[in-house]
């Protein structure tokens, strides 16, 4: 924040002082380089539809193994926790070269899709523990009311999921905004480029304007840190609910 409002020289200079003069041009500079508006609403599409996409899967997802237990879902389910080990620096080259060759990267949409892939298996693990402990009685009961097992899950059992699905949701979000490695080998047009991307546009092969870059980063962290801040309260108490179960 404080180097945002220095020059160039400022920042080479003595980046721990403050500004001579509090100036909003590296601000502006960003604004207009980055194509910010362009860039926050790709991030904000990608964002909202992976961390929906996410949650709804993998809270089906949870309580089907919970909830119908068998051998085949209870290895289904150790897979997905042995996959969570697996680092993504691993999948980097087969991951673009298949889907490269296949015609499939720079999309949104197959972004979302690769999201779903990886944020899963957590969600799922998430949702699992917290699915166990709630009392099969209250579908019973909904069953006997006659509500089929869809109708069950959405309103029986997923609003009793409202702290865990907080949590999930704030951890996703935090994830897919700030993410700049997946992005950077599926999104290569400028025009569905997210902010973390954009950012990029400052660093170059031998020069590097820190001053705007400076700006650009707060800018891109400006709506997710208050994003968080108004969901501060539901991340602590989805962590303390479920630790209490």
């Not at 879902?73 to 150790?78: E, S």
């Not at 296949?102 to 999201?115: D, E, H, K, Q, T």
């Amino acid at each position: 924040m404080i180097n945002s409002f220095k020059t160039k020289m400022e920042v080479l200079e003595n980046p721990m002082s403050l500004p001579k003069i509090f100036s909003l041009d590296n601000f502006v500079e960003a604004y207009n380089t980055m194509n910010y508006g362009n860039a926050l609403i790709n991030s904000l599409i990608i964002t909202t539809i992976s961390v929906v996409v996410i949650i709804l899967f993998s809270s089906m997802l949870a309580y089907y193994l919970v909830r119908f237990d068998s051998k085949f879902n209870k290895f289904i389910f150790m897979l997905m926790v042995a996959s969570m080990i697996i680092p993504f620096q691993s999948l980097m080259i087969p991951f673009v070269t298949i889907f490269g060759n296949l015609g499939l990267l720079n999309s949104r949409g197959m972004l979302i899709y690769f999201y779903l892939g990886f944020g899963l298996s957590m969600a799922t693990f998430m949702f699992h523990g917290f699915i166990k402990t709630i009392p099969v009685e209250l579908e019973e009961a909904a069953i006997i009311d006659g509500a089929n097992r869809l109708q069950v899950f959405f309103k029986v059992v997923f609003p009793i999921l409202k702290p865990i699905t907080a949590t999930i949701a704030i951890l996703d979000v935090l994830w897919v905004w700030n993410d700049f490695l997946l992005p950077s080998l599926v999104l290569v047009n400028d025009n569905v480029r997210t902010l973390p991307l954009s950012t990029f546009y400052f660093f170059g092969k031998y020069t590097s304007n820190y001053s705007v870059a400076m700006a650009a980063l707060v800018l891109v962290l400006l709506p997710i840190l208050i994003f968080y801040f108004i969901m501060q309260k539901k991340i602590i108490a989805g962590v303390v609910d479920g630790a209490i179960k």
